[in-house]
Each structure stands twice: as structure tokens, then as C-alpha cells.
């Protein structure tokens, strides 16, 4: 069981680098950045709250493969766009610099909100237990 | 596949996932299960409730034996009104 | 020109970044000290300490709500002989006075006073400073008329005060109407944040706890030398707050004396309600900034805490101005530039993500740490508040500067109405807590 455990964390390790490098390679280097910065949030935080580490990880691994999918949905939206020529070069390029770090809080915040409650535990910390 | 419905495809994809972010929030408002308020109970002292997580620690109490003897003490009929 | 774009652009990075290192400091901080209970959890211990309090209510047309949080009030613990209330019937064209009135007939520790449409109605601190004038406390204690407090609230609020260097304490705000709707919900996240994770770091990092307007109070001697309540301010809360840091004193939160309020269930409530205190807060930031930056009563931490609380409500105006800035340097600087344009537009990216993002992060540890799942979920329609908020604050804005402009006092004070819905929940929770 263990090893299974270990192969589990070596695995889910692998996926989440592996999301940060196609997405720092292949999709744009500001979005492997975003996707960095993820990590690290998200690690320091989760290492703080109870929960088994397989459930952290896998966590973490699902949020690196939403951002790198979401990441690749935005960049061929602006790519085909300037394609298709739908507004200057200049312009997209722009828009996509500026409000795409504001887009990400988006999917950052629902999959926070939905990692918060599988990672909640029922250690009563304050005294007041809510029913 | 042109690039027209290329860009509507990725676009509606977009929208899609967009949607489906708000969706748990959405199922929440809909179907309330953690609407509050919070209870305030006053007078309880933090240190005796610390002590009944560790002695639950202690003897390793699992939540469904927990939850199946809380069931049964619910059944009991109130002695006191009999006092 | 550019180097001056340049200049005021790194400025107001380094403005967010400090944001967003704060929020995240807090949040680590009461996650860390959570897990640490032992050190960190203090048993309410019973004490000797028991000065004479009074409790003063502001009240204007609060018909709805003082019943229930006087007969509140008849059920404290504390002993009644050291018990003052003083309810300040601000010029309320409703029954306030004469529920009051009745009140006051049963308990006598209850007492009232009623101001005229010629003296009152001035705002709620020309009503406190009225109550302060007639009571004889050594703790003076405020609620609004919409709260409802646990029974053993005074002890709590009381005890900082054994220590002599305490001026000021503050109390955890509780939505009661939380279920009521949407707004009421997303309110209640909005609290949990600010008191569950922001107030207690504050607290436990030795920063400048705010003092709320509510759920919490002053020692009197404080408030003589502080000559009571700034009636010139619209955020009378944060300007006592500061007073009271700058004259030496502290204010400790007390995270277990624990008040329900009845939140706003409206936006155009919500929209006034957080208007006033915007306002209220950039007025604080132009009176105080200065004293709390060259004070000598303030450590560095202190200062750098006092300035960004005060300045709070100004970064939305700085990120939106940081964008357009990067823009203009973007635009600017040579096309091979590309170190340049990364180095311009990272911080700002960084802020945008992590920086936006910390509100929500110390919501949902607040969350977390309260116990609660599923109000997570709601975490996502806190953007729609997010989003109002930065609207109001940028108008706010405009509203100060044109003030200033013009030399003009262009608030006015504005009442937030309460309906007693509250009272529902209340008695839904009345059945499922036995009291003792």
C-alpha cells in the first residue's frame, strides 16, 4: 500500500510539472508563469490545512491540468482571432496581456472554493460547531 | 473544419466552462445545505471541547459508531418528564 | 515624461505587492496559529475583573430591531448592578421611543435618551457623544440596534481591558440573516473574511486592529482624553480607531465575544451602506496619514498596517490606474524590448492573479476554519460583490477629491434600515441552542 502511495505521489508530482511545461513551452510563457505562481500558492496553503496528502495532490494535479487547459482555450481564441483577423494584432495581443491574469482568478476561485470544501475536515477549531 | 467554427467551437467551450465555475455556486443558492447562520452559543469553554477530541483520538471512536450511538440516544424517550 | 510614467508606475506596484504580501501574511498567520491550538486557543477564563460597562445603542426609526436586542440585553450574564444601557433615541419618527420607553419602566438599568429633530439627527456620533455624556461606566460598550449578542458577550469584551495598555476592544460580527439571499450570503462570506482571518491576524501579528462602530468598545478614560466621537467624520469607527493607536493605547479583537447582525438584503442598501463607509474611510486616510506615519507611538509594522488600512479603499483606483499605465508603457517602450514589457507587465499580472485572488483566500480560510463547506461554493459569486465594490470605490473617490476640490462637506449622513427579519432566524436558533 504504501509503495501504491508513493507511485500515487511520484505520479500526480509528474502530472503537475508536466501540465507547467506545456503550458510554459507550448501555450505562452505568461500563462507558465500564472501556472507557477498557482503552485506555489497552492502548495504553501494546502501543506497548512488537514487532509491526506494523496487528496492534496491530486488537488493540485487537477488544478495544474484546468489551468493549462484553460490556458490553451484563451490562447487559440486570441490565435484563431487574430487569424481571422476579428482585431488588429496589436490590440489582441494587448487585451490578452492585460486582462487574461484577471480571467484566471475565475477558474483559480471555483476550483479554491471546491478544494477548500473536499479538503475541509471536521476538526472543530473554534468552539462553535455549525449544524 | 473552418476557422469560423473553430473559434465559435472554442468560444462556446469557453462559455461552457465559464458557466460550469458558477455552477457549484449556483446548486448552493438553489439548494441550500450550508445556509447559516452560524450558531453563537456562548459559555462553552474551548479547553473541555479540546479534551473530547483527544479522548476521541485516544480510544479512536470512528464517526459511524459515533453517528449510530447519537441515532440511538435520540430514540431514548426523556426519563426526566418522569421525575 | 516616460521616466515619470516609469517612476509613479513602480510606485504603484510596489503599492499592490504590498497588498497582496499582507492579505497572505494574514491568512498563513491565523492558518498557522489555528493549527497550534493550544498555543493560541485561551480558555475563557473566569476572572475577577469586573468594571462597571455601559452599552450605548444609537437608535433613529430602529422600531424593528431594539425590542429584540434589549430583551437580549436583559439576558446577559453580567451582573446588572454594573450593568448600564443607554439607548439613544435619535429623532425616530417610530415607536423606538416608546419601546425604549417601555423597557426602561421593567429594567431600570435601561435607560433613555431622546433627542428632538432640533438636536438630533446628526449622525451617529453626535448620538454617541450624547449617550457618553450621561453614562458612568468604566467600559463604555456599542451595539447597533440590529444586533443580537451571546449572553456572555461583556465578560469577553471586558477581559482585554485587565491589561492597562488595552484602550479599545472589538468583538466577531456574525450575519444573522445570513440564509435570507443572495446578497445576505455573499455578506456573510464578506465577514467571515474580515473577522475570521483579517481582524486576528491583526490581532496576533500586534497591527492595528479596527474598531468596528459595534461589537466592541472603549475604556472610559480613552475616551475623555480622545474627547469621544469625531462628528465631523463619516467612518467615526476607523477615526476612533486611529485616535486611539496615536494617543498609545491598543485595541485587542476578541474573536469569541461573538454578535449577530442583521445584514442589508438589498443592492441598493448594499450599494449606500458600503458608499458611506468608502468615503468614510479615504476622509480617515487624508486626516490620518500623516500623524500615523511620523508618530513616534507606532512601531514600523504599526505604520506600514496603518497606512495600508487607511488606503485600503483606494486600490482599485491603483490597479486600474497600473493598468492603464502599463499599457501606455507597453505601447511606448521599443518593440525588442521584450525584458522591459515583462518586467512591466509581471508585476501587475501577479497582482491581478494572486492579488485579486487574497480577498477570497482569506474568505475561504475563514471558511475553512469556521467549519462551513458548501459556503465555499459561493466563493465564485463573490466576484459580483468584488466587482460592485470597485465601482463604489472609484466613485467614492471622485465624491472626495471633488469634495476637497470644492472645499465642501459633500456627505451627508445616510441610515441603514433594518427590517427584523433577523427575527426569524433568531427563533429558529432560540429552539436548537438551549441556553442555560
Redesign the interface.
Known sequence: MNIIRRLVVILLLELTALSVLITYCWIDA?SG??LV??NL?FF??FS??NGDVCVKLFLLTTGNVLGT??SY??H??IF??I??E?ASTTTLH?IY??V???L???????F???S??A??N?????????? | MSVENIVISVFAAGLVAFSLMFLPSLLELMYPKDAGPRVITGGIDIVNLLHVKSLEEDYRLGRVEMQKLSGALELLPNLEQFI | MIEAVEALFVLLIAFMLAYLVRHNIFTFTVLRRANNPKKTEKAHAKSNFEPSVTILIPARNEENVIGRLLQRLTELTYPKNKLQVIVINDASDDQTGKIVSDFHRKYPYIEVINRDKIRGGKGKSAAMNHGFSKSNGEIILCFDADYYPQQDIVERLTSPFVDPTVGGVQGRVVVLNEPQNIITRLIALERVGGYRVDQEARDNLGLIVQFGGTVGGFRRRVLETLHGWDETMLSEDTDLTLRTYLAGYKIKYEVNAECYEEAVDNWRAYWRQRYRWAKGHMQCFFKHSWKVLTTNKLNLKQKVDGLLLLSVYFMPTIVFLSFVLGLILLMQLPAHGFGLAFMTLVPVSCYSFIGNFAPFFEVGVGLYLDGRKRSQWLLPLSILTFLFNLSICGLALLDVLAGKIRRKRTHSWSKTNHSGKGDNYVNGLTLKVKTN
Not at chain 1, 104 to 110: C, D, K, M, R
Not at chain 1, 122 to 131: A, E, K, L, T
Open positions: 505568461q508563469v500564472i505562481i498557482f500558492l504553501s496553503l497548512q490545512l487547459v484553460w482555450s484563451f487559440m481564441l484563431y482571432a487569424t481571422y476579428v494587448t496581456t492585460i487574461y491574469p484577471f484566471n482568478t475565475f477558474w483559480v476561485i471555483a479554491w472554493s471546491l477548500a470544501t479538503l475541509n471536521s476538526q472543530n477549531f473554534g468552539r462553535h460547531m455549525y449544524d
